[in-house]
Each structure stands twice: as structure tokens, then as C-alpha cells.
């Protein structure tokens, strides 16, 4: 079965940082490009960014290029973002998810997310 | 990096047909395949239904049906029933290797 856990969410400081992981098991994970999308409260769905396979790929939503970086380890099936110069903006659930290539690159499992509050 | 247009809300009775509409450009909806339609039950992680404009993951109703037509995908829900009750988003891959979501679209059952 694949699992997709997110962690490492919490309350944060404006301008402070925060390094969300996401545990994947049931696939292998070694052959999917990640991505990390986030929800803010009431909200849609935002894409964040992505990472191929081995990580020599990356791609970012404008919004957080230069203070964001996504990051994997295929070793331990983990997936990372590295947030940085946070903002009240950035506020959201945060999911991992693997992006399908086969399924015309959507997204087919999800995490349950893992929250990020950013405030004073 | 706009967010693809959906309307914010729908509706329609148990039995019935509603279609959303997700509107992009050339250089996203228009220009390629690679859109896709996600369910998300209020405090759960969306749900993937449709992906490259029409097809259907294994366990997806066949209720679920999805289109394009120029810049403008479609998602159409035949047979409403009250568990399709949810929010719903398009998505589509752009000219700059990203991708972008629509606005989402709060379906309600009558």
C-alpha cells in the first residue's frame, strides 16, 4: 500500500525557518518525481515545487524561488522542503504527493499534510 | 503562473449532470494534455479523478468524465450523488515546467 506521511509542520516566526519531510513507503520511490503542494486556510490548492528521480531536476512557483528548496533522499524514501524567510503568506497545509508520469504527470497519492502556521 | 479559471460553485440534484469548467491558455490548458481533476472532502487530501483531460484511475466512477476543447477543460459528473458533495480542481502542466491549479469549484447536492 502506499503511504505518504508529512512532518515536521509547527508554529513559525516570521522571517524563520522550517524543514518539512515526507516518508514514502509501498512504491518505489526512487522512480517518481515528488512534488509539494500546499493549501492555505479556506483556500485552494497551490503547487509548490518538484523533484525528479535522482534530484538533478527542480522546479518552483514563483512565490517561494529563492527561499524554498525541495530535496530528496532515495536512500531513505524521504522527500524534503527546506522553507526558509518565511511569511505569513506561506501559512498552509502542506502535502507531498508523486507525480505520475504515467498518469499524464498528475498526481495520484497524496499525504494527509502536515500544517505550517506562520505568525508573531 | 495564474491560477486556471473555475467558478466557485456549482450545483444540481441526486440524478442529475453538472459540468465544471477550468480555463487556461496556450500555454497551459491549451497546449498540452497533462490536465487533471482532483475531489477534496472537506479535512481530507484531495483525490485524483481524471488525468491527462480523460482518462480515469482504476476505481474512479465512470460517472466521471472529462474533456477539452481550445484553452477550456470540463469536468462532467453524470448520476449526482450526494458523496460527490466536494470541492473539485483542475490542473494542468505549463510552458515553464510547472504546473498550475484552478481556483476550485464547491459542488453542491441538492
Known amino acids: 500500500e502506499v503511504q505518504l506521511v508529512e512532518s515536521g509542520g509547527g508554529l513559525v516566526q516570521p522571517g524563520g525557518s522550517l524543514r518539512l519531510s515526507c516518508a514514502a513507503s509501498?512504491?518505489?520511490?526512487?522512480?517518481?518525481?515528488m512534488t509539494w503542494v500546499r493549501q492555505a486556510p479556506g483556500k485552494g490548492l497551490e503547487w509548490v515545487a518538484n523533484i525528479k528521480q535522482d534530484g538533478s531536476e527542480e522546479y518552483y512557483v514563483d512565490s517561494v524561488k529563492g527561499r524554498f528548496t525541495i530535496s530528496r533522499d532515495n536512500a531513505k524514501n524521504s522527500l524534503y522542503l527546506q522553507m526558509n524567510s518565511l511569511r505569513a503568506e506561506d501559512t498552509a497545509v502542506y502535502y507531498c504527493a508523486i507525480l505520475r508520469g504515467s498518469y499524464g504527470w498528475s498526481l495520484d497519492y497524496w499525504g494527509q499534510g502536515t500544517v505550517v502556521t506562520v505568525s508573531s | 503562473q495564474s491560477a486556471l479559471t473555475q467558478p466557485a460553485s456549482v450545483s444540481g440534484s441526486p440524478g442529475q449532470s453538472i459540468t465544471i469548467s477550468c480555463t487556461g491558455t496556450?500555454?497551459?490548458?491549451?497546449?498540452?494534455?497533462?490536465v487533471s481533476w482532483y475531489q477534496q472532502h472537506p479535512g481530507r487530501a484531495p483525490k485524483l479523478m481524471i488525468y491527462e483531460v480523460s482518462n480515469r484511475p482504476s476505481g474512479v466512477p465512470d460517472r466521471f468524465s472529462g474533456s477539452k476543447s481550445g484553452s477550456t477543460a470540463s469536468l462532467t459528473i453524470s448520476g449526482l450523488q450526494a458523496e460527490d458533495e466536494a470541492d473539485y480542481y483542475c490542473s494542468s502542466y505549463t510552458s515553464s515546467s510547472t504546473w498550475v491549479f484552478g481556483g476550485g469549484t464547491k459542488l453542491t447536492v441538492l
Open positions: 496556450s500555454s497551459d490548458v491549451g497546449g498540452y494534455n497533462y
Open positions: 509501498g512504491f518505489t520511490f526512487s522512480s517518481h518525481w
